[in-house]
């Protein structure tokens, strides 16, 4: 018995932090899969590099965008941060 109300306090610290870090992480990465595999020509995207581009051609893992009428850059999928809302 002792050995296991030494361990308790262990264990109750695992699942706060698997409640309060792990699990919130890996719902967060589940959706940002999920919006990314959704994503579609004409869709606003921002980069990871704060970008804000207009997704022009989705190919297996990357993206062609188009950053205004004349450039069109290919990126990973993976430089997706979020969906671009308007604020307008």
């Known amino acids: 018995m002792e ?4 361990l308790l306090p262990f264990v109750f610290l695992i699942a706060i ?4 870090i792990i699990r ?6 589940k959706a940002k ?3 990314i595999a959704a994503l579609s020509k004409g869709d606003k995207v921002v980069t ?3 970008f804000i581009v207009v997704v ?3 190919e297996e893992n990357f993206l062609s965008v188009k ?3 004349d450039t069109i850059v290919k990126i990973v999928k993976d430089a997706i941060a979020r969906k671009y ?3 307008a």
């Open 3 to 6: 050995i296991l109300s030494q």
């Open 24 to 29: 919130p992480q890996q719902k967060e990465a």
């Open 67 to 69: 950053m205004n009428d």
């Open 33 to 35: 899969t999920e919006m």
């Open 48 to 50: 990871t590099g704060g």
């Open 17 to 20: 932090m698997y409640f309060v």
């Open 85 to 87: 809302e308007d604020e």
């Open 56 to 58: 022009n051609k989705v």
